[in-house]
């Protein structure tokens, strides 16, 4: 049930990380932009899923959208859609912070040799912002690694579920439960301290 379980929550984490990396790079770089239109729909997208619960979102997605558009998902699907939007809106910021850490005279020294923004940006600006990138982005993989969880209200079978299941089976919480925390330790825990190490590596460079 436990390899049934982590399966599950790999599957989740992918899908969402995924699906956050997909949507979060446009919607950092329309933050930024000085075009209003692009400007305000991003912001205000970000700041809602940034401002309201994980668990909201997740429930509402899963009930509530097929009231309203009368479109009817998985439970899967929609624990990934949720937790691939609210993953979004923070890779959106790790974006915008990424490329806003670049000198802004990179910009006009592209702009100056005839390079178009895409260009710039393909060639000069991200392959530096990316470097910078790469901690926060770990630090927030390890974060949608434990928001899996919350598919257990939903009824999507990864650990969190699986254990309780086994709970209402074998009556042990304490030894489940602590196994679970171990699990999730022993996954989480390299990440982080991955990130810790590629921050104190690029700081020694810099």
Known sequence: ??????IITAELTIYSFALGLVIGLPLGLMRDSKLSFLRYPSAAIIEFFRSTPTLVQLVWIYYA????????LSAMVAVTIGLGLHTAAYFAEIFRAGVASIDQGQFWAAKSIGMTYTQSMRRIILPQAIRRMVPPFINELANLIKLTTLGSVLAVYE????????????????????????????????????????????????
Not at 1 to 6: E, T
Not at 65 to 70: K, N, R, S, T
């Open 1 to 6: 049930m436990f390899i049934r379980g982590a």
């Open 65 to 72: 959208l097929p009231i309203a558009l009368g479109i009817r």
């Open 159 to 206: 650990l969190l579920h699986e254990s309780n299941n086994l709970i209402n089976t074998t009556f042990r919480p304490f030894e489940i439960y602590t196994a679970l925390a171990l699990a999730f330790f022993i996954i989480i825990f390299p990440m982080i301290y991955l990130s810790r190490r590629l921050e104190l590596y690029w700081a020694r460079r810099a």
